[in-house]
């Protein structure tokens, strides 16, 4: 199965990413976890990242891209992947699909998680007490949703009109959460169970 998670800041797709990923074992492939992992490690790109990363802004397609490739790439990719953040402009889109397209591979699903934004923003704050990740400060949260509206959101009618898109609601606990996925998922796949 090769499956993206969209939606906004704090909605939970790096949760429920890895969670189906265990479920149907298979990696789940996070570009923030990635690019914050390179800002850890202090590499000229995670340099180059952390500032934009701090502002809330997305990095330069390219980059993201280039990391994508290489990773999709991976042995443990070659049975399926869930992307996770990524993609998150309507470029990133077109260079998924001729990735795809030169692995002879297709997408199966588009999970479109859907969660109010008061929730979104005391996730984020409660995540930022929890984890410490710079850019969960209000302000960058602020910015982090307004890039989303405008550089990511056009990406869920895009999908929708591939007939790509499960819409999940988002709110409730992480095992609610995860239980509209998989009867979501099944429901695409003719009702069948999801397995991996
Ligand atoms: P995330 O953990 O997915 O919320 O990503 C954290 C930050 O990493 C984002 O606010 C962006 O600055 C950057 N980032 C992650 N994925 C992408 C992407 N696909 N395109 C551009 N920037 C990204």
Request: no cysteine; proline share 4%; hydrophobic share 40%.
């Amino acid at each position: 199965m090769r499956l993206i998670f969209l939606g906004p800041p704090g909605s939970g797709k790096g949760t429920q990413a890895k969670l189906l990923g265990e479920r149907l074992s298979i990696p789940a492939i996070s570009t923030g976890d990635m690019l914050r992992e390179a800002v850890r490690e202090g590499t000229p790109l995670g340099r180059r990242a952390k500032a934009i990363m701090d502002s809330g802004e997305l990095v330069p397609d390219d980059v993201v891209i280039g990391l994508i490739r290489e990773r999709i790439a991976a042995p443990d990719a070659r049975g399926g992947f869930i992307l996770d953040g990524f993609p998150r402009t309507i470029e990133q889109v077109g260079a998924l699909d001729r990735l795809l397209e030169g692995n002879g591979a297709a997408l199966d699903s588009v999970i479109n998680l859907l969660v109010a934004e008061k929730t979104l923003i005391e996730r984020m704050l409660g995540r930022a007490a929890a984890e410490g990740r710079s850019d969960d400060r209000l302000e960058t949260i602020t910015e982090r949703l307004r890039v989303y509206g405008e550089k990511t959101a056009p990406l869920i009618e895009l999908y929708r009109s591939r007939g790509r898109l499960a819409d999940v609601d988002g709110s409730g606990t992480i095992e609610e959460i995860a239980g509209r996925i998989d009867r979501a998922l099944a429901d695409r796949r003719g009702g069948r169970e999801v397995r991996g």
